[in-house]
């Protein structure tokens, strides 16, 4: 009997050493996608979890993560990206030919604040400003549906190019009828002022 009893007792003791380092309590190792890492410490052994989120969330990432990541990707896009200096400054280049009188040349329009080599610089920029509504080509052509008035201005012609209001620009101009008089004319004095000629006589032509 004593020999059964010490016999039972060494198998108790070898099962419970045998079992005492299985008998943690289930981590999220045992859920698939986790690497545990091992890493000693003096209160015993520890685990790190790598791989994110779905890692840590086996039945699939909450709602308020997901939300908080896409807000964080999402951020950077919705701000624009700077302007360059040469896309918003506004600064135009006018060329003019067949005015005479020293009105002729190529001069630089700078406005905001005005300056360069244009003569009129300041006055040139408030007609600019004036001109200028939201939604609208400030330089735009005559439609080439317009009715226009068989008036020749004379032989004047211009060329600005530049940037105007955060757009290109690149628009010409002439005085061969009425409405291109009157398109010429409502830039002044952007463009110079110039003259019409009927029938040898110089009269001056005001848009209508």
């Known amino acids: 009997m004593l020999r059964r009893l010490l016999l039972t ?22 859920a698939p996608g986790v690497s545990p890492v091992p890493v000693a410490s003096p209160a015993g052994p520890a685990t790190v979890f790598t791989g994110g989120p779905s890692s840590l969330f086996p039945g699939g990432t909450p709602a308020p993560v997901r939300a908080a990541a896409a807000y964080g990707r999402s951020l950077p896009s919705l701000m624009p990206p700077p302007a360059r200096p040469d896309d918003s400054a506004d600064r135009l280049t006018v060329t003019v030919a067949g005015v005479g009188g020293g009105a002729d040349g190529t001069f630089e329009l700078e406005c905001h604040p005005a300056g360069g080599t244009h003569p009129h610089a300041a006055e040139a920029c408030d007609r ?29 012609t211009a060329h600005v190019t530049g940037t105007w209001a955060g757009r290109p620009v690149d628009a010409r101009y002439d005085r061969a009828n009425g409405c291109e008089i009157s398109r010429w004319n409502a830039l002044v004095p952007v463009l110079p ?13 005001t848009s209508r």
Do not use: Q
């Not at 004036?130 to 008036?151: E, I, Q, S, Y």
């Open 9 to 30: 007792a060494a198998v108790s003791a070898t099962a419970a050493l045998s079992w005492a380092p299985g008998a943690t309590a289930a981590t999220p190792s045992d």
């Open 193 to 205: 002022g110039a003259r019409a000629e009927r029938g040898g006589a110089e009269d001056t032509v």
């Open 128 to 156: 600019l400003d004036r001109m200028t509504t939201w939604g609208k080509d400030t330089f735009a052509p005559v439609p080439p549906d317009a009715l226009c008035t068989m008036v020749y201005g004379g032989p004047a």
